[in-house]
């Protein structure tokens, strides 16, 4: 009975899956101002005001903008609604931003600081050095970069050889060790997801670290990436 009803149930016409599409926005809303103030949000709701916001953060931050200035403009930026502060901040915050450079995380903190009309969390020593870590890893060449970080990441070696012969042109071993018919970025990138989901080293886990790996990858895999 409940298949017959579902084949036979009425089509909703435009205006019911309108409000069905505004439903799940607001459902997806909903959810992500749950996580407004995560370490790391999982869905942020992104909005044109806290874009706006996000962007005056960054332009505050590169400029150097004294923090008490920069959080005040911040503030009158915003007006009336603080949770596009928090909303702004949360999105950093999800793309990783906020703990891989001194910038984003000042960012994170301007913003956070203007919707809460608290003081801006200064950087600690500990991530001072974390903050410098991934700096001189990023200031490396690709191939010295990928070297690096296959020395805490074994795994990625493993991943070199695959794609270098993905081509189906004998291995080392004289084996063919290619991965099918995917295509190299495809091939490079589901390869880096299943290292970097497995890895315990924080420094392979980083944005940095997934740009040189994927480039230096490219870069030696059987067929020309197009």
Not at 15 to 31: K, P, V
Not at 181 to 209: M, Y
Request: proline residues 6%; negative net charge.
């Amino acid at each position: 009975m409940a298949d017959f009803e579902l084949r036979f149930r009425k089509r909703p016409g435009p205006i019911a899956r309108m409000l069905g599409t505004i439903g799940e926005a607001a459902l997806l809303q909903s959810l992500g101002d749950q996580e407004l103030d995560e370490p790391e949000p999982k869905v942020v709701w992104h909005t044109e005001r806290s874009a706006a916001l996000r962007s005056l953060a960054f332009e505050l931050a590169e400029a150097g903008t004294d923090e008490r200035e920069a959080v005040e403009e911040l503030a009158r930026a915003a007006g009336r609604h603080p949770k596009e502060l928090r909303r702004a901040a949360a999105t950093v915050r999800a793309e990783g931003l906020a703990v891989e450079d001194e910038t984003g995380c000042r960012v994170d903190r301007l913003l956070v600081a203007a919707a809460t009309g608290g003081e801006v969390e200064p950087v600690t020593p500990d991530e001072a050095a974390w903050f410098a870590q991934v700096r001189a890893l990023a200031a490396l060449p690709i191939a010295a970069g990928f070297a690096a970080l296959a020395a805490q990441e074994p795994e990625l070696v493993v991943l070199a050889d695959q794609v270098r012969w993905a081509d189906g042109t004998p291995g080392p071993d004289g084996g063919h060790d290619g991965i099918g018919d995917e295509g190299p970025v495809d091939r490079v990138d589901r390869g880096l997801d299943a290292v970097t989901g497995r890895t315990s080293s924080r420094l392979v886990r980083t944005r940095a670290a997934r740009r040189i790996a994927r480039d230096h990858l490219l870069s030696i895999s059987g067929p020309l990436a197009t």
